[in-house]
């Protein structure tokens, strides 16, 4: 029977879209109550996203993407991204703007070797959780750089975003090595020669 092992932390992340600068605030104010005080994040960028997010919030959207909170476990990220959809919701309820869709937030995770988004949308290459969630490897870490796969989204290949994911990587790296909770494989125990740092 195969042996079930650790499971590392992750850093969890979330994309705040916004053509509004208080939705923007609401939602980054949001994020630091309930997910933590927030250690890395992007400068503000303009999103396109090809024109598909138009109709529901507008024109001149932008985009910063957060990290947040301590490293924690990635289990949850069905539950995470439901709760991110209702954060939506609630600042649309609470603010009298007038596009129906007024904020986006997109949830997800950074490991030692990949990005990964919470999404409601199935594709061939995403995997479903629960709930009507689906998880998908965006970046992955690979010779020392993040690369991208026929399916990442355009603003997720910008030099800033990776930039962004390696401080996150960074970040992780050092909780490891100080809690050594992170994954070994046979009798030696954990040590940085080992499947942790093959990507170093």
């Known amino acids: 029977m195969a042996k079930i092992e650790l499971v590392e932390p992750v850093i969890r992340i979330c994309a705040v ?5 208080q939705a923007r605030q609401w939602a980054i104010e949001t994020l630091n109550q309930q997910w933590g005080e ?12 090809g024109g598909y997010y138009r109709k529901q919030m507008g024109e001149g959207l932008q985009k910063t993407i957060v990290a947040l909170g ?3 476990d990635p289990a949850p990220l069905a539950d ?8 939506e919701q609630a600042c649309s309820n609470d603010h009298d703007f007038c596009e129906p869709r007024p904020l986006n937030l997109d949830c997800g995770y950074v490991t030692q070797a990949k990005l990964v988004l919470a999404t409601t949308k199935d594709r061939d290459h995403r995997i479903y ?3 009507g969630i689906f998880a998908e490897v965006t970046l992955t870490y690979v010779h020392r750089r993040w ?8 603003d997720y290949r910008t030099d800033e975003v990776k ?3 390696t401080k996150c990587r960074q970040h992780l790296r050092e909780h490891i090595k100080q809690s050594r909770l ?8 954990p040590t940085e020669k080992g499947p942790t740092a093959r990507n170093s």
């Not at 690369?147 to 355009?154: G, K, M, S």
């Open 38 to 49: 927030i250690h890395v994040a992007t400068d503000l960028m303009p999103f396109e996203a």
């Open 80 to 87: 995470w991204k439901t709760t991110t959809n209702q954060w």
């Open 147 to 154: 690369a991208d796969h026929r399916w990442t989204y355009p």
């Open 182 to 189: 992170f994954r070994s494989r046979g009798e030696k125990g």
């Open 163 to 165: 930039a962004f994911a």
């Open 70 to 72: 301590p490293p924690c």
């Open 129 to 131: 959780l629960r709930d």
């Open 17 to 21: 879209i916004s053509r509004h600068p």
